[in-house]
Antibody
């Protein structure tokens, strides 16, 4: 049974870099054709897809965040990570890691982490 | 990028009643080049991550009760909960994968309250 778990600081200062890691357990993130994604949720903007990384390291970002976002993968640790630089209060959100499954559920997100709240404040 | 608009904002119904949730897309989610509508529905309860209910507009995800069903095509998609149960109280989101852009978008959600 695959599980995803986000980890990282819950508080980040404005202008600094927000860093989160998603640990995949129960299976290897290289085991299938999955798009390992980050999604955030705020009361104002709802759910917003941020970007995905493939186990090969290929990435694709939401154009609205592309200039500030970097995703990476560590297959040895079965983890993938997010770095969002130059954060502002608008980046305060619950951040989820999730798995998009193109083959079984037509690119829907069939696995989600529990989410982690990140607040940007001095 | 397709914009998804969900209605109503809130739905308040009694147990056993039928809930009809709408998701309207700014462009057709159907594509002549692929067989899937790439339209999904999720349920989110307070403090929890979204849970996949429906994929490809009609497919029921693993473990989802058959009282949940998806329908529609083009720009009008619908989630139906045929017989509401108290545990169905949640916010429901539609989501589309745009194969041409390689991006995912979500609707703003419909809150279902059980009286």
């Amino acid at each position: 049974h695959v599980q995803l778990q986000e980890s990282g600081p819950g508080l980040v200062k404005p202008s600094q870099t927000l860093s989160l890691t998603c640990t995949v357990s129960g299976d290897s993130l290289t085991s299938g054709d999955f798009y390992w994604s980050w999604i955030r949720q705020t009361p104002g903007k709802g759910l917003v897809w941020l970007g995905y990384i493939y186990y090969t390291g290929n990435t694709y970002y939401n154009p609205s965040l592309k200039s500030r976002l970097t995703l990476s993968v560590d297959t040895a640790k079965n983890q993938f990570s997010l770095k969002l630089n130059s954060v502002t209060a608008a980046d305060t959100a619950v951040y989820y890691c999730a798995r998009a499954n193109p083959m079984i559920v037509d690119f829907a997100f069939d696995m989600w982490g529990q989410g982690t709240m990140v607040t940007v404040s001095s | 990028e397709i914009v998804l608009t969900q209605s109503p904002g809130t739905l308040s119904l009694s147990p056993g009643e039928r809930a009809t949730l709408s998701c309207r897309a700014s462009q057709s989610v159907s594509s002549q080049s692929v067989t899937s509508n790439y339209l999904a529905w999720y349920q989110q309860k307070p403090g929890q991550a979204p849970r996949l209910l429906i994929y490809g507009a009609f497919g029921r995800a693993t473990g989802i009760p058959d009282r949940f069903s998806g329908s529609g095509s083009g720009t009008d998609l619908t989630l139906i909960i045929s017989r509401l149960e108290p545990e169905d109280s949640a916010v429901y989101y539609c989501q589309h994968y745009g194969s041409s852009l390689g991006t995912w978008t979500f609707g703003q959600g419909t809150k279902v309250e059980i009286k």
